[in-house]
Every structure is written in C-alpha cells, then in structure tokens.
C-alpha cells in the first residue's frame, strides 16, 4: 500500500549539519518526498504533535529539546512507507537503536543517562509509529497545498506503480 508519513529531522540534527547525508538515506531507497519546509517549532505545536507524551514525566525534557532550533518537516511517500522509515530510523534509545539505522549510527545514549540528566536522549529522528498517527501528524505539520503529486524514476520504472 501507497502511504504518506512524517519525517523531522530533529534540533540536534540540524544543529549537527547533516541533514543532507539524513534526507539521502530516504532517498536512496526510493522513498518520495511530497513535502518539505523548516519549522521553529513552538510550544503548542510540540503539545499537539506529543499528545501521547504530554502527562509523561519526560515531556518537559522533551519539549524543551524540540523547541530548541529548527527541525526539518519532510513528508515520505512509498510502499508501507511507515513502516520503512521507522527501519530507516531504528529504535527510540541510541544506545539500543541497531547499526545501520540513523539513530545506530549517529547517537549512542541511553535513556536512563538523559532520564537521570531530566533531558531526552537526542536521536536526531521523529518518524511516525503507525498508520494512524501519521496521518494526524502529517494534517497537523502540512497543508494538503503544500504536499505535491510527481513522478521520480522510480514510477517512471513502474517499481512503485
Ligand atoms: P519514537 O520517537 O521512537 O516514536 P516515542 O516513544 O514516541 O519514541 O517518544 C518520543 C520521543 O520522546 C523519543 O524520540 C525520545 O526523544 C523521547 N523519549 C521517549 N521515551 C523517553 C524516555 O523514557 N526518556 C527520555 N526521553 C524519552
Ligand atoms: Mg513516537
């Protein structure tokens, strides 16, 4: 199945300067973007987009972290694309997120230290979880005007279609 997910390269990543070498892992599976634009991200945006994390003893952490400097909103077209980008992504904990992934091969803390530091552990990804919270996040980061319908190589080779 064809699906849409949300994508943002994090405060620590854009701070790190690789957001190309993090949009070229997407890429170069075939993964589409349909949409893209950098966002300071505001208190009540991080509310809405953590509602499931609001009441948890981290998300003032959390929301402190996300709110620090601009993110990277991206929306990823492709087949069971959640999925896909959540593999891309690896784990939520650097420490455990496996090699090969973006969160494996760029970060390694663990969540006790950040807990211990009343931070989050910076893992430079948010991807959503499941078919259902991408479609929320993705009304909620993108106006349907700003997401756009194209061909790349990989429809005109018919892999996609
Ligand atoms: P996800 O980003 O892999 O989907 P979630 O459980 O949805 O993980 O949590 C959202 C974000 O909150 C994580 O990416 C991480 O930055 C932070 N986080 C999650 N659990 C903890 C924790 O136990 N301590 C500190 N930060 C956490
Ligand atoms: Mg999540």
């Known amino acids: 199945m064809i699906q849409r997910t949300l994508v943002l390269l994090k405060p620590d990543a854009v701070q790190r300067c690789f957001c ?15 949409g893209m634009k950098m966002v300071w991200v505001s208190a009540e945006q ?8 609001v009441k948890k003893d981290f998300y003032p952490g959390l929301e402190k ?10 929306v990823l ?22 090699p090969g992934t973006i969160r494996g091969d760029y970060a390694h803390v663990s969540l006790q230290h950040a807990n211990e530091k009343g931070t989050v552990a910076a893992n430079l990804i948010h991807a959503s979880g499941n078919a259902e919270e991408a479609k929320y996040e993705v009304s909620l980061w993108f106006k349907p005007e700003e997401l756009h319908s194209y061909k790349t190589v990989h429809d ?4 996609l279609e």
Request: proline share 3%; glycine share 8%; no cysteine.
């Open 65 to 74: 972290f996300i709110t620090q400097g601009p993110v990277v909103a991206m």
């Open 156 to 159: 005109i080779q018919t892999i």
């Open 77 to 98: 077209e492709g087949v069971d694309s959640v999925e896909v980008v959540r593999k891309l992504v690896g784990s939520t904990e650097p420490k455990t997120a496996l």
């Open 20 to 34: 190309g070498e993090l949009i070229a892992r997407f890429e170069r599976v075939g993964l589409k973007i349909v």
């Open 46 to 53: 991080s509310k809405k987009h953590y509602s499931a994390h």
